[in-house]
């Protein structure tokens, strides 16, 4: 609108007409319709072809056929409008020529010469332009959905790749630990029933009755194994955690009865009630307690052990101490190291700390919420 003012001003200075209020009125309306451009592309185009031929046939100051509707023909072809602006132009551009060929006495070759050589281009660059920027748009947009697509496809044939290895491993599971656990169990029943049959003999009572209660131990033990398993092929098949059972806060105290029924002396503070945290860091806190009492009963010569489970104000903190000789972390086996690349998936921290003549600490520290 303010460039349109000028030109009027421009060529009102080059003729000896006077000064017409009724030109700046017509350069506020092109400039005012154009405010609609993004929204009603069309109408914008027609108020200003309308707009022209009003102002050229009310013989105001002349400022060029082309300049009022440059800017609604560029704003058309650049929403995709492209015919529709073609056929407007050259609206503009013939209905000009006529009338230019009916009132000039000119001769046809200088009516037709510079000046509609100018109109026609500055018609056709405005919408050239359009045309180039709604093409540069399209695609860059198909480009943006090109690499969304791509994106996705990846992310489906990892997720695939991710299902197939889980689906791998429940298999493997299930076909091999569950195959040996279930023949630990027969065998220990094998067992409970051979001692059965011997029947009473008093020589040896206190022999069978320490012989079936380890192998009443052992039964148990495959059970409740082969029921954790179970419940871990579940969650590969499926990838749904809420299937686990027994492997969260409610499990921790089922880990210390056993850990008794071994004969170690276990105290315990767990000031956490179930479903407090959420599922994953649940499942952890279970498995880094039971990871402590593994080792105790495996490599230390502790006669008792403490386990504290607690929240302080952004962390949960496991810590699971034995009164053994404080020896170093057992070397070779891969539990600690599994372990703290579970608890550090999680954003947490898992130590070990060997006191001598005060025992071994395995202690953990886990965000009470997982970032979204």
Do not use: W
């Amino acid at each position: 609108m303010a460039s349109l003012a000028i030109i009027i001003v421009l060529a009102q200075t080059d003729t000896e007409a006077p000064l017409r209020p009724l030109s700046y009125l017509f350069a506020f309306g092109f400039g005012a319709v154009l405010l609609l451009r993004r929204a009603l592309p069309k109408t914008v185009v027609v108020l200003s072809v309308l707009g022209t031929f009003a102002y050229f046939s009310l013989e105001l100051t002349p400022i060029g056929v082309a300049l009022p509707v440059m800017a609604a023909l560029y704003s058309a072809a650049e929403v995709g409008l492209t015919r529709f602006s073609v056929g407007a132009g050259s609206v503009v551009f013939l209905v000009s020529t006529a009338f230019r060929i009916r009132d000039d006495s000119l001769p046809l070759g200088r009516l037709l010469g510079a000046e509609s050589i100018s109109t026609l281009a500055l018609i056709a660059a405005a919408i050239t332009l359009g045309f180039a920027m709604a093409t540069h748009r399209r695609f860059a947009s198909q480009q943006e959905q090109l690499l969304r697509l791509q994106d996705e496809r990846l992310k489906e044939e990892a997720d695939q790749r991710v299902q197939n290895e889980r689906l791998q491993l429940s298999r493997d599971l299930h076909d091999t630990l569950g195959h040996k656990l279930s023949v630990m169990s027969l065998h220990s029943n094998v067992g409970l029933e051979a001692l059965d049959r011997r029947g009473p003999c008093s020589a040896s009572d206190s022999e069978d009755s320490a012989v079936a209660e380890a192998l009443e131990r052992a039964h148990d033990e495959a059970a409740g194994s082969l029921s954790d398993l179970r419940s871990m092929v579940r969650v590969l098949r499926t990838g749904d955690e809420s299937t686990r059972t027994g492997l969260g806060v409610d499990g921790i105290e089922t880990l210390l009865d056993r850990a008794r029924e071994a004969g170690m002396s276990v105290e315990s503070s767990i000031s956490l009630s179930p479903g407090a945290l959420p599922s994953p860091v649940e499942s952890v806190v279970f498995r880094v307690v039971q990871e402590g009492i593994t080792d105790v009963l495996r490599h230390s010569s502790a006669a008792a052990v403490s386990v504290t489970v607690g929240l302080d104000d952004e962390d949960v903190v496991v810590s699971v101490v034995d009164d053994g000789l404080g020896a170093a972390a057992p070397e070779g086996g891969h539990g600690l190291q599994g372990m703290s690349e579970r608890v550090r998936r999680l954003g947490g921290d898992l130590s070990t700390q060997a006191r001598p003549s005060e025992g071994f600490e395995l202690r953990a520290t886990l965000p009470r919420r997982l970032p979204e």
